[in-house]
């Protein structure tokens, strides 16, 4: 396996992460109800977007730690929050 694997695998899921957090923030703007606020939402974005960027760049950041506020905070049962905690752990535990 090429150490370029697991780096593909990880920008995939923070791509998918980052794309579900932003449906979720046109449901702020619309008739529907968002699972969280828009600034939680946003603060999600901006910090899939730094880890996504980080990947281009070789420069590491710090994962937000968003999987405290998904599990404190969400439902059980979301597949967003399966998918930015996966998104998130994934990025924390490449090599």
């Known amino acids: 396996m090429s150490s370029t694997q697991p780096t593909e695998s990880v920008r995939l899921k923070l791509i998918e992460a980052l794309n579900g957090v932003n449906e ?3 449901k702020c703007c ?4 968002a699972v969280d606020s828009e ?6 974005a901006a910090g899939l977007a730094a880890m996504l960027a980080s990947l281009e760049t070789g420069s590491r950041v710090k994962p937000p730690g968003f ?21 998130e752990l994934a ?3 490449m090599p």
Do not use: C, F
């Open 24 to 26: 979720e923030l046109a």
């Open 30 to 33: 619309s008739a529907h109800t």
């Open 39 to 44: 600034e939680t939402l946003r603060w999600m």
């Open 67 to 87: 999987w405290h506020v998904i599990s404190d905070g969400w439902p059980q049962a979301n597949s967003l929050g399966d998918k930015i905690v996966d998104a």
């Open 91 to 93: 990025y924390k535990r």
